[in-house]
């Protein structure tokens, strides 16, 4: 009997040890400056369920808004259409959750891109691969 116990004691902390560290799994992407922009940064995703919490941190950032977003690609060459937009970000700052799980992004197919802002769309002023 006390060996039973004792094996589920151990099978519940191992169960808990292994959602515990999939619920606080953290990937940090390195956000490269682009076309003079001078914004170098990163982007930190953390998984929290079936979502990822995307915090960008850029030094350098404009006060005027900038779209970003993942692409499927690299940061030379992308596809246009985003496949999930972040909220916009200003004075380098933003922070979206997705409705995407942390393995979905960080698969290595995916880039973040940050655009010098919706008036110059096609210039982009900060990049990285999202992978793990």
């Known amino acids: 009997m006390f060996r039973h116990v004792v094996l589920v004691c ?5 169960a808990v040890s292994w959602v515990r560290a ?16 001078g914004e170098t940064g ?16 850029l030094a350098n950032g404009s006060s005027t808004k900038q779209p970003a977003h993942f692409h499927v690609g690299t940061c030379e060459r992308y ?7 972040i909220n916009d970000i200003v004075d380098g700052k933003s922070t979206t959750t997705l409705d995407v799980p942390i393995d979905k992004l960080v698969d ?3 880039i973040l891109n940050v655009h010098k802002s919706y008036s110059d769309i096609a210039t982009q002023a900060a990049c990285g691969i ?3």
């Open 22 to 37: 999939d619920a606080v799994r953290t990937v940090v992407i390195p956000l490269a400056p682009l076309n003079g922009s």
């Open 10 to 14: 151990v099978l519940v902390v191992s």
């Open 42 to 57: 990163t982007a930190t995703l953390r998984a929290q369920g079936n979502q990822t919490v995307v915090t960008v941190d």
């Open 79 to 85: 596809q246009p259409r985003p496949l999930y937009p």
């Open 108 to 110: 290595g197919t995916l």
């Open 130 to 132: 999202a992978k793990s």
